[in-house]
Every structure is written in structure tokens, then in C-alpha cells.
Nanobody, 119 residues
Framework: VQLQAFGGGLVQPGGFLRLSCVAS????????MSWARQAPGERLERLAL????????TYADSTKGRFTISRDNAKNTLYLQMNNLEPDDTAVYYC?????????????RGQGTRVTVSS
């Protein structure tokens, strides 16, 4: 079972990035998926949650409508579209797999991809 996140990088304030997370080793469309981030010296912050069918989302207030979580079950891939990025969005971003079809609690996280927002 593996999650590989990529798509991070250096972006200027006001810019955008799309993160991807490729899943393998489990039936992707049977599980909740999520994104979280951890800024330097901070605790892990949950950002967005998506149900197995991809039609129900939950977002943290910090995303302020700037982030969109989505999935392509045919490609076993989870996405996070991030727009209007701010310096406070600088962090390592992790995708996560839910424990069961009905349980969004994360039981596996990928290795993370680093996002730096700076001019």
C-alpha cells in the first residue's frame, strides 16, 4: 500500500499549484482520501476530505475556498488544486487514505511534497 504525492514547488504569492497523489496497493475507490499539511514548527493541519465516490467534500476554514480536492478513481489519483496561494501556505503537503469505506480517519499518509510560497 503506497501513496506518492508530487506537484509541490516554489510559487509566488497569488499563484497556483495542483498537487497529485498516486495510490497503489489498495482499491482506491473504496476509501476516503484527504490532504493535510505541516508547516515548519507547526502541527499537522487537516485541509480537505473527499468521500470514495468523490461527491462529498469537507474543507478546513484555512482553505477559504481557495483549495479544491478531487479524485480520478480510474487513475487512482487524488488532487488538490490550490489557488491564490499565500506565504502561510508554505508547508509539506501530505495525502492520506481513510481507514475504511465509511471511516475517513487516516491510517496511511504519503511521503509529502513541499510547497513554498515566496516572492
Amino acid at each position: 500500500v503506497q501513496l506518492q504525492a508530487f506537484g509541490g514547488g516554489l510559487v509566488q504569492p497569488g499563484g497556483f499549484l495542483r498537487l497529485s497523489c498516486v495510490a497503489s496497493g489498495f482499491t482506491f475507490n473504496n476509501y476516503y482520501m484527504s490532504w493535510a499539511r505541516q508547516a515548519p514548527g507547526e502541527r499537522l493541519e487537516r485541509l480537505a476530505l473527499l468521500n470514495p465516490a468523490g461527491d462529498s467534500t469537507t474543507y478546513a476554514d484555512s482553505t477559504k475556498g481557495r483549495f479544491t480536492i478531487s479524485r480520478d478513481n480510474a487513475k487512482n489519483t487524488l488532487y488538490l488544486q490550490m489557488n491564490n496561494l499565500e506565504p502561510d501556505d508554505t508547508a509539506v503537503y501530505y495525502c492520506g487514505k481513510g481507514r475504511t469505506y465509511y471511516t475517513p480517519t487516516v491510517d496511511l499518509r504519503g511521503q509529502g511534497t513541499r510547497v513554498t510560497v515566496s516572492s
